[in-house]
């Protein structure tokens, strides 16, 4: 079946840009992290989805992220102002409800501010 | 915050060699998950652990969750060039149902002939 999918895989943009990621989990998980990796280091939490609503956004860096999740499917995390220590790859992850639940990552969006 | 650290950083085996990260936490963990990521790939869930003192075995692979619950290790025997990649530890507190996955900080796996 079909896995984790993020749009685009690559995003170039420059500093002061607005951009947006999407991430499609697989069908049937409720619940859908965003986590940010940068080379070298593990993978650092952003937010957590419940459905449609943010469970837990204390990952988020500052107000220029913003994620959202309007159907309980497909989420969309915007970067505003985009600077150049936003450079990372963007990771999505869903699993089943309950946060026990192994964590289903898709392959990521490599975001570049230059 | 919550800190979560691996050790080693990095390390470099001949294939046959056993391998072990150790994952260490600061702050007491409700369970502990372990991912595997290749390079140039995503982080694979490899397993969960959730008692104190609990140990798992998954073919070559031995995980350990510590009796304190705040450290836990991984174990390869007998490595393979299959192994190669970068081993993570995640770990969740017992702050309510709405509790984060902390991602350690990762051991590089580099397994030759």
């Known amino acids: 079946g079909a896995g984790v999918s993020q749009t685009p895989s690559n995003k170039v943009t420059e500093k002061g840009k607005y951009v947006e990621l999407r991430c499609d989990p697989i069908s049937g998980h409720t619940a859908l992290y965003w986590y940010r990796q940068s080379l070298g280091q593990g993978p650092e939490f952003l937010i957590y989805?419940?459905?449609?609503?943010?469970?837990?956004d204390s990952g988020l860096p500052n107000d220029r992220f913003f994620a959202v999740r309007p159907e309980g499917s497909v989420s969309t995390l915007k970067i505003q102002r985009t600077e150049r220590g936003d450079s990372a790859v963007y990771l999505c992850?869903?699993?089943?409800?309950?946060?026990?639940?192994?964590?289903?990552f898709g392959p990521g969006t490599r975001l570049t501010v230059l | 915050g919550q800190q979560v650290m691996q050790i080693p950083q990095y390390q470099h085996v001949q294939e046959g060699e056993d391998f072990t990260t150790y994952c260490n936490s600061s702050t007491t963990l409700s369970n502990i998950q372990w991912y595997k990521q290749r390079p140039g790939g995503h982080p694979v869930f490899l397993i969960q652990l959730v008692k104190s003192g609990e140990v798992k075995k998954q073919k070559r692979l031995t995980f350990q969750f510590g009796e304190a619950k705040k450290n836990s290790s991984l174990h390869i025997t007998a490595t393979q060039t299959t192994d190669v990649g970068t081993y993570f530890c995640a770990g969740r507190r017992n702050t309510g149902t709405a509790s984060k996955l902390t991602f350690g900080t990762g051991t590089r796996l580099q397994v030759t002939l």
């Open positions: 989805f419940q459905g449609t609503g943010a469970a837990d």
């Open positions: 992850a869903s699993s089943l409800i309950g946060q026990d639940n192994e964590q289903f």
